[in-house]
């Protein structure tokens, strides 16, 4: 069972926005503005899609966005596309050094 | 650009110890926490521990504490990360993260992924 909840899936159809969401506590996503999220396709290493809770990194399409508020953190994805298709977790820091994931997302491209 | 390399995969039986490694280039091996993150089959990400590679200091999430250990070569900009008493139940694919010294906790690259099997 992971420590941050997430929902088990997420669809929408080319063009459409979706929001994944993401709770802990505030021993984690509430303490702390250190949350990311990460894209894994089948068979593929997770890839880093937003840091500190709403940053970009470096060549991530300005279509996905983050936001916290409390205990729960969310992820938007604007402008579906075929490709976005995949699992995606968030992840807190939780204190002591120690991080937490949640326990993923599917989301289906319609 | 980053690399980090990971060892092959493992077959190991119930009880036994598994030592994976994750080679390093192209960056300044000391500037950047590594992580271990483990992904059973048809599951989720599970953070495993931290290490520090410039003094070595470690942290494991609980439910490891007490069979898992990491450990950092910095001549060969190598982490190593030691699990013991496995069981089935550890069979997963075992993967190597790096994240900023600055404690952003970003996990900016990730290394191909080692599976270990554990099976009698």
């Known amino acids: 069972q992971s420590a941050l909840t997430q929902p088990a899936s997420v669809s929408g159809s080319p063009g459409q926005s979706i929001t994944i969401s993401c709770t802990g506590t505030?021993?984690?996503?509430?303490?702390?503005?250190?949350v990311s999220w990460y894209q894994q396709h089948p068979g593929k290493a997770p890839k880093l899609i937003i840091s500190e809770v709403s940053k970009r990194p470096s060549g991530v399409s300005n279509r996905f966005s983050g936001s916290k508020s409390g205990n729960t953190a969310s992820l938007k994805i604007s402008g579906l596309q075929a490709e976005d298709e995949g699992d995606y977790y968030c992840?807190?820091?939780?204190?002591?050094?120690?991080?937490?994931f949640g326990g993923g997302t599917k989301l289906t491209v319609l | 650009q980053v690399q980090l390399v990971q060892s092959g995969a493992e077959v190991k039986k119930p009880g036994a110890s598994v030592k994976l490694s994750c080679k390093a280039s192209?960056?300044?091996?000391?500037?950047?926490?590594m992580h271990w993150v483990r992904q059973a089959p048809g599951q989720g990400l599970a953070w495993l521990g931290i290490i520090n590679p410039s003094g070595g200091g470690t942290a494991y999430a609980q439910k490891f504490r007490g069979r898992l250990t990491m450990t950092r070569d910095t001549s060969t900009s190598t982490v190593y990360m030691e699990m013991s008493s496995l069981r089935s139940d550890d069979t997963a694919v075992y993967y190597c993260s790096r994240s900023p010294l600055s404690g952003t906790g970003d996990f900016d690259s990730w290394g191909q992924g080692t599976l270990v099997t554990v099976s009698s």
């Open positions: 992840c807190s820091y939780a204190g002591s050094s120690t991080f937490e």
């Open positions: 505030s021993s984690d996503v509430g303490n702390y503005n250190l």
């Open positions: 192209e960056y300044t091996f000391t500037n950047y926490y």
